[in-house]
Structures are given as structure tokens and as C-alpha cells.
């Protein structure tokens, strides 16, 4: 393959990446810190406590213990300039790290909640009357000059990126996660940079699954600026061919710390999956067996994944959190495809959820399940067992570079995706229908992402090996669908047709034994059948309402008539009209039928 227009190729240098800043958390002073307090000084700061000084009985001055040591980080508003509140930071009796948010509002209506907030997270504190208004006193004035825009959701913040417990922003304007159920999240990072490139990324090298889930990895947080839609891909194959790990090593871009990295389980509900949406937002979602939810609820929760808008019910307590819409790319794995799980529970999958959630055979075609390449290792299990290991050791650092390392410059290194987008394209060949292009378009994103990272030296691969692997995926998903039409289309004729198979003798009326002594009695009449010899032609004339409520049953029946003419199977008027009309005997005279028509072998 040729290369993209390289002109633009985006630098590999981190020379403008001091615009931007990664907040991690910084350890706490273990001895004093100069006194933090209000300009009274009433306020000091010693040995590892807070302390007040008030007057005592015949104007000593006496002085109290509040608490033990805290951090201010600094004031946090929100982007109107709403909300502010004292962001915290305190270790527990365990030497544990909190971070915390006392808001203004809460300080002054409810101070006993807020410390009984930080007490529950282990704050040491004078629990006397006295110390805890003087606690508050101190909270309300305690000077600062650090500020902090305050993000109620993960992902991007205008050209910040905020994860939960750190973010990587712009230093004249930084931002902060400040929403709930900041321990949930796994976007934890473990291990150097260096040490996930050499023993995760370069292990992927040869894998073209495990580099293209790697790729979508980064591709999640393009989504915004490339304007591409959600998108979801489902690895599915037999059991043991390497599918949950494939899952590890490409959340383990994300995060980790969990026994499973950063895979979570398909066992969700609605409900579940919007807060999943809404933790992973901007991000990678990672979702492992998909035969674990309940078929019946499978073709919505994909739908609600990957169609980015919550609920109306959930909108309410979401939308005030500004988080009642996502982008998100989803990844998973599963025995059977979506479709396949939804025709289980009775449902029939749609070609908008098919293009939706791409189904990627596991099995790469080598003989070792999800493998290609084995990197001197005897066995894929052994490999799946070291990849596996080391994607739990090494976690999360990869995405934090790349997001460094995008930010500065980011409208020429989008415009530099975009590019490689078209050229992805322009590779393909011509007259794909629309659902596969908008599919492949799907892949063309994880070329893109996967070549960024490539160039920003985060995965140490070869130039063109990201594009090499989602073209071959591309091609594999093509060849599995088996058609470059429109899978509704395909499914609605195929349905026609098994109709006709089931049925043809036995509920459509012979127009040839019309004169026959004893007509065979058709019950439940689906229509007529005619016998053209001149032309070698099977006429079947459906009755329209039988047609429309019965064989095109789950199917909008015009889309299933426009598929049957494109197909040349559909008689059709010349005035264009779908009925033909035909005089049938006790039937009223030019009454309008659907007419299918077959050759005779
Ligand atoms: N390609 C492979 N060939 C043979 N064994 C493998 C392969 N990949 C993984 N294994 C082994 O199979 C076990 C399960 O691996 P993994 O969970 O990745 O498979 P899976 O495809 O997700 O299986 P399942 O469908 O049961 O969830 C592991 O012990 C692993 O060592
Ligand atoms: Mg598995």
C-alpha cells in the first residue's frame, strides 16, 4: 500500500506538548507545609494538623486542633462560572490517598454533611462542636490562587481530556473531574510507558486482531473531533481461541487494576449500559461475552451503546451532570454474533445494527484461534497467557500519551486522520453499498488512530502496519457478511423466498389445476401460482395484505418489494406500480397482487 499524503504527517516530537499538562497525583508533605490560612492568620498549619487560634478566658489565646494535614489543590467553578467548591486532598489513618469537593453551598447549608463526607474518608478530626464550625470557618476562607474548571463527566472538556482521578489539559484553563463514583472507574495507570510498548504493543505485532482493538483504543477519543459515529466491533469464535484476551490487551490502553483489567462483563441492563456509556464517554468500553445478556434486551442495549443519547427517564439527574450523551467505541466478544443472540431470544437483527456492531471472526485463519503470530512463543495458549500477563502489569499509560501528545496542534493532527480516512477509502474497491462503506469507514478510523500512534512512537510498530491490519479485518467482515449490498435487503428477499419454499405447494391456489375435476382445497390462502411455459416462468401472486403482514412479517414490506425488483424477481406494471393486476377466478376482476416471479429450472 501506498502511503497518505505525507506532508502532513504529524510530528513524532513532544516539542509543543508543554502546552498542555498531565495532573497525577502529586504525594502529600509528610512534614509542615507553610501555614495556608485566612489573612488573619487565625488559621495555621503545623506538624502535620491544622490548627486555630482563639481567645480563651481572660483573653488567652489558646489554640485548637481541627484536623489532621490536607491539601488545598485549589477553587474549582464550573464553565459558567457556577458551582464553586474547595477541592481537597488528605491522607486516611492507612496513609491512603482522598480527594475530595466541598462546595461553598454545601459549607454553608449543610457543614455537618460535609464532614461527616470527609470523615467517612478517613480524615482525622476534632469532633467537638467548637472545631468542627471552626473546621468550616477555615474551609470557607482558606486562600487559594490555583483554579480549576469543574467536569461532571469523563472525556473531553473543550480541548481538555478529564479521566476521573487525573486529566490532561490546557494550563491557562485546567479542568477537573468533580462527578460521582470516581472509584469506579479503571482508568488507572500501572507500569512505564515503555514497558507496555515492549511487552504488550510489540507482542501484538503480527496480530491483526489484537492491533486493530488496540487501534480502537485510541480511535475512541478522535470520535469527537473526526465527527465519525459510535461504533462497536464483535470478535466472535469458539471457545479458547483468545477472544477475553485480545479484550485485556487492548483495554489495557485504557487501564486496569481489576482482575480482569479493563474488560467489564455484556451482563448489563439498560440501565447499566448508559452508566457504562457515561463512565466510558470519549473512551473505550470493553464488554466480554455477549451471551451473558439477555437476548431480548441485547438489540436495545447496542442500539442505546452505540446510538450515544440516554434515556428520557434517565435524563433527568444525567442531563443536570450535562452527561445524557456519549461517544464511545465499544469492544467486545462472544461465541455467537449479535445477530445470532438476538434471533435466540426472537428478535431479528437489523442492518443498522449490523453496521452498528461489526461481527470480526476470532479466528484469523492460522490455525491458532485469534493469533497469527506466536513472537517465539511454543503454544497460543502460552502466548495468550504472557500477552494476557503482561497487559495486566502494564496499563493505561498509552492513552495518556497519546492524549499529551494530540492536544497540542490537535486541528492539523485530526485533519492528518482525516486524510488517511479518505485514503483508507479510496483503497477499497468501488460500488460498495452504503452500509458497508459506512462499515468501512468504521476500520479506515482505526487505521487513522492506530497510524497517530504509530508516529507519536507509542506502540513502536511499522508505519502501515495499523492500516494493514484493519484493511484485513475490513476484508474479513466483508467476506463473513457475504453480500456488499444492504444486509436488510438481503434478509427481506431471503425471507420472501423461504416463504415461497415452505409454502409454495401447499398455500397458494394453481391457477393451473383451474379446470381439473377436484381442485385441491387451499387453506389459508397465501395467494396464486401460475405456470408460464412459454417463458419457463413461476408466477406467485401474492394477496397484499397477506404479503404485507405475514411473509414481510418483521420487515418494512416496501423495502422488501424495492429489494425483489432491484433483484428482477418483482413483476412490476409499466406505470411503475409494485401490484400488477390480474383477473383470478372468484376473485374481483384486475385485483392488484404482488407478483414474484421464478424461472423453472
Ligand atoms: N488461540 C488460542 N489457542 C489455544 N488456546 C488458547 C488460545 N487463546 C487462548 N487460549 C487459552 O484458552 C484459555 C482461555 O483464553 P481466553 O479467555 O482468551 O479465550 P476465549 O476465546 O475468550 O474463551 P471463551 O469463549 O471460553 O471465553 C486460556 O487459558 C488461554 O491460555
Ligand atoms: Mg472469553
Redesign the pocket.
Known amino acids: 500500500m501506498s502511503k497518505p499524503l505525507s506532508k502532513t504527517q504529524p510530528k513524532t516530537a513532544t516539542e509543543d506538548a508543554s502546552a498542555v499538562e498531565e495532573r497525577l497525583p502529586e504525594p502529600i508533605p509528610a512534614t509542615d507545609k507553610p501555614a495556608e490560612s485566612d489573612d488573619a492568620g487565625k488559621f495555621v498549619d503545623r506538624a502535620g494538623a491544622i490548627w486555630a487560634k482563639v481567645q480563651g478566658a481572660k483573653d488567652k489565646a489558646r489554640e485548637v486542633w481541627l484536623c489532621d494535614a490536607l491539601v488545598v489543590m485549589g477553587l474549582v467553578r464550573s464553565h459558567n462560572s457556577e458551582e464553586w467548591c474547595l477541592w481537597i486532598r488528605f491522607k486516611d489513618p492507612d496513609g491512603v490517598q482522598h480527594e475530595e469537593h466541598v462546595s461553598y453551598e454545601e459549607l454553608t447549608l449543610e457543614p455537618r454533611k460535609a464532614i461527616a463526607r470527609l470523615a467517612r474518608s478517613g480524615l482525622k478530626f476534632n469532633p467537638r462542636r467548637e472545631a468542627q464550625e471552626l473546621f468550616c470557618e477555615y474551609l470557607r476562607t482558606v486562600k487559594t490562587k490555583k483554579r480549576w474548571r469543574s467536569a461532571f463527566r469523563v472525556g473531553w472538556c473543550e480541548r481538555s481530556y478529564v479521566f476521573a482521578d487525573d486529566s490532561i489539559t490546557r494550563k491557562d484553563d485546567p479542568v477537573v473531574y468533580v462527578g460521582p463514583d470516581r472509584a469506579d472507574f479503571r482508568t488507572k495507570c500501572a507500569g512505564t510507558l515503555a514497558e507496555w510498548t515492549t511487552q504488550v504493543a510489540q507482542r501484538c505485532r503480527g496480530n491483526s486482531r489484537l492491533i486493530i482493538l488496540t487501534c480502537a483504543a485510541f480511535a475512541s477519543v478522535l470520535l469527537k473531533w473526526l465527527d465519525e459515529e459510535n461504533a462497536g466491533f464483535h470478535l466472535v469464535?469458539?471457545?479458547?481461541?483468545?477472544?477475553?484476551?485480545a479484550l485485556i490487551v487492548a483495554g489495557s490502553a485504557w487501564g486496569g487494576g481489576h482482575p480482569m483489567g479493563f474488560v467489564r462483563s455484556w451482563r448489563t441492563t439498560e440501565n447499566g449500559c448508559e452508566l457504562f456509556a457515561i463512565q466510558h464517554c470519549d473512551g473505550l468500553l470493553v464488554l466480554d461475552?455477549l451471551a451473558q445478556i439477555d437476548p431480548k434486551h441485547a438489540a436495545t442495549v447496542v442500539y442505546t451503546l452505540l446510538n450515544g443519547q440516554a434515556k428520557n427517564r434517565m435524563a433527568s439527574d444525567l442531563r443536570r451532570m450535562g452527561a445524557d450523551s456519549w461517544r464511545v467505541i465499544v469492544i467486545s466478544?462472544g461465541?455467537i454474533t449479535l445477530g445470532e443472540h438476538m434471533d435466540s431470544g426472537g428478535a431479528r437483527i437489523r442492518g443498522g445494527q449490523s453496521v452498528r456492531m461489526l461481527d470480526i471472526p476470532?479466528d484469523a485463519g492460522k490455525g491458532?484461534?485469534?493469533?497469527e503470530e506466536l513472537h517465539g512463543t511454543p503454544?497460543?495458549?502460552d502466548f495468550?497467557?504472557e500477552i494476557s500477563a503482561a497487559a495486566r502489569r502494564c496499563y493505561g499509560t498509552p492513552i495518556r500519551q497519546f492524549l499529551k501528545l494530540l492536544l497540542p496542534d490537535l486541528d492539523a493532527k485530526v485533519g492528518w486522520c482525516r486524510e488517511w480516512i479518505e485514503w483508507f477509502m479510496s483503497q477499497l474497491p468501488a460500488g460498495l453499498g452504503s452500509e458497508t462503506a459506512r462499515a468501512a469507514r468504521r476500520f479506515a478510523l482505526l487505521a487513522a488512530a492506530g497510524e497517530l500512534a504509530t508516529s507519536f512512537g507509542i506502540t513502536g510498530w511499522d508505519e502501515h502496519e495499523a492500516n494493514d491490519a484493519a484493511r484485513r479485518c475490513f476484508d474479513d467482515w466483508l467476506s463473513n457478511r457475504g453480500t456488499t449490498g444492504s444486509s436488510d435487503d438481503a434478509a427481506a428477499v431471503a425471507q420472501v423466498m423461504a416463504f415461497i419454499e415452505a409454502h409454495g405447494a401447499s398455500r397458494f391456489q394453481s391457477e393451473d389445476d383451474r379446470d381439473s375435476v377436484s381442485p385441491r382445497i387451499i387453506h389459508n390462502r397465501a395467494g396464486f401460482v401460475r405456470t408460464n411455459f412459454k417463458t419457463r416462468e413461476l408466477e406467485y401472486l401474492f394477496l397484499a395484505e397477506t404479503f404485507r403482514n405475514e411473509v414481510c412479517k418483521g420487515f418494512d414490506s416496501q423495502l422488501a418489494l424495492r429489494a425483489l425488483k432491484e433483484r428482477g424477481l418483482l413483476r412490476i406494471q409499466e406505470s411503475g406500480r409494485l401490484t400488477v393486476k390480474r383477473s383470478v377466478e372468484n376473485m374481483a376482476k384486475n385485483q392488484g397482487y404482488y407478483a414474484v416471479v421464478l424461472d423453472i429450472e
Do not use: C, L, N
Open positions: 469464535g469458539r471457545t479458547s481461541d483468545g477472544k477475553t484476551t461475552e466478544s461465541e476470532a491458532m484461534g485469534v493469533f503454544t497460543p495458549a495468550a497467557r
